[in-house]
C-alpha cells in the first residue's frame, strides 16, 4: 500500500498524509453445508462415531468369514490333529494381535510351515484354507495360494533358476507359497540349480516375513532328510503338521460322502462291498489310507453303473440314484 505525504505552501502548515482505502472485495457467499465450526459440520466427512460403527461392522464381518472358515475345517473327515494345530494357530495370531494392541511385547509372527504326510492325505486342502483363514485374521494381504512343485522353480542353465523362483515368490506375495515334493529340490547334489531355488526361498522368507507364507509339503521320510540337507531350513520352519493315512472308517465316510454329494446312494449291501474293497486296499496298496485313491473308487463305481443301466431302455429315479454291490469293481484302480 503506499502513502501519499502532501506538503502545503506555508511551511508552518504540518503535511496532509493519504492513505488510500483498501481495494473492494467481493463478498463470496459460503454454502451452510461448507461451513465448519461449533454445532456443524461437513456433510461429507462421517463422524468419528460413524467411523467406529463402520470398523466394528468390519471387525464382525472378519470374525464370522473365521468362523466359517474353521468350520469348514471341522467339517473334513479325520485330521483330528490338523484341526487342533489349526487352532492353536488361530489362538496364537489372536493373542499376538492383542498384546501389540496394548503396547506390550509380541512374538513375531513366523508362520511357515511343513505339512508330511502320504499324497491324498488333505496337505493341498489345508493350505489353501490356511490362507483364507490368515486373510481374514489380517496376517495375509490376499490369502491365495501358488501351488507349484521343483519344475516351476528349477531352470535349464545358471541364472534361470533364481529368475524363475523369483517369478513364483512374486505371485504369491500377499497369500501363500505351497511347494509339494519340496524335497526333490535337494536330490541333486551341490552341482544341481535346486540348491538355488533352496537359496532364494530362505531369501524370500526373511524379505516378505510379513506378507508370505512358505509350506513345504511331502513324504515324511524324504521331508525329514530335505530339512538336515540345509541346517537353516529347520529353524526357519517353527510350524510342523503330520497328515496321517485315513483309517477304514474315515475313509468309508468319505465315500459315502462323495456319493452324496453327486446324488448317488449306497444300498446296504453295497456298502459292505466297498467296506471290503476299502479294507483290501489298505493291506496291499502302500498308499491305500488316502482320499485320492476313494475318490477315484468313486467316480470308477459311477461308470460301472452307468453302464449297466444303459443296458436297459429306460430307468426309474431311484435307479438313477442306487449303487448296487455289483457296480463297485477295484480291477485296475
Known amino acids: 500500500m503506499t502513502i501519499k505525504i502532501k506538503f502545503g505552501p506555508d511551511n508552518q502548515i504540518p503535511p496532509v498524509i493519504q492513505t488510500p482505502l483498501p481495494p473492494r472485495t467481493e463478498k463470496i457467499h459460503s454454502s451452510i453445508n461448507d461451513m465448519v465450526g461449533i454445532g456443524r459440520l461437513r456433510k461429507t466427512n462421517p463422524s468419528s462415531l460413524d467411523k467406529e460403527k463402520d470398523r466394528d461392522k468390519e471387525k464382525d464381518k472378519d470374525k464370522e468369514k473365521v468362523a466359517e472358515i474353521l468350520a469348514e475345517l471341522e467339517s473334513f473327515i479325520g485330521l483330528v490333529i490338523v484341526k487342533?494345530?489349526?487352532?492353536?494357530?488361530?489362538?496364537?495370531?489372536?493373542?499376538?494381535?492383542?498384546?501389540?494392541?496394548?503396547?506390550?511385547?509380541?512374538?513375531?509372527?513366523?508362520?511357515?510351515?511343513?505339512?508330511?504326510?502320504?499324497p491324498g492325505t488333505g496337505k493341498t486342502t489345508v493350505a489353501r484354507l490356511v490362507g483364507r483363514l490368515f486373510k481374514e485374521m489380517g496376517v495375509l494381504q490376499k490369502g491365495h495360494i501358488i501351488e507349484c512343485e521343483r519344475a516351476d522353480l528349477v531352470g535349464e542353465y545358471i541364472g534361470h533358476t533364481a529368475q524363475k523362483t523369483r517369478d513364483q515368490l512374486k505371485k504369491a506375495l500377499g497369500g501363500v507359497l505351497f511347494i509339494d515334493e519340496a524335497y526333490s529340490l535337494a536330490r541333486g547334489g551341490e552341482k544341481d540349480f535346486g540348491k538355488e531355488a533352496i537359496d532364494a526361498l530362505v531369501k524370500a522368507m526373511e524379505d516378505n516375513k510379513d506378507n508370505l507364507v512358505l509350506i513345504l509339503a511331502g513324504y515324511s521320510q524324504e521331508m525329514d532328510w530335505f530339512l538336515q540337507t540345509n541346517p537353516g531350513l529347520r529353524s526357519r520352519f517353527p510350524i510342523h503338521i503330520d497328515f496321517p493315512d485315513y483309517t477304514i472308517e474315515e475313509l468309508l465316510a468319505i465315500g459315502k460322502m462323495m456319493f452324496k454329494s453327486r446324488q448317488y446312494e449306497l444300498t446296504l449291501a453295497a456298502e459292505d462291498t466297498l467296506r471290503f474293497h476299502l479294507q483290501t486296499l489298505l493291506s496291499s496298496h502302500r498308499y491305500a489310507g488316502n482320499a485320492r485313491l476313494v475318490r477315484n473308487l468313486v467316480e470308477k463305481t459311477i461308470r460301472q453303473q452307468a453302464v449297466r443301466l444303459f443296458q436297459k431302455p429306460s430307468s426309474s429315479r431311484e435307479e438313477l440314484i442306487q449303487i448296487l454291490p455289483i457296480d463297485i469293481n477295484m480291477d485296475n484302480l
Do not use: Y
Open 84 to 118: 487342533r494345530l489349526i487352532r492353536d494357530l488361530q489362538a496364537f495370531v489372536e493373542i499376538q494381535r492383542r498384546r501389540s494392541q496394548e503396547k506390550l511385547i509380541a512374538e513375531p509372527l513366523v508362520l511357515h510351515m511343513i505339512f508330511k504326510g502320504n
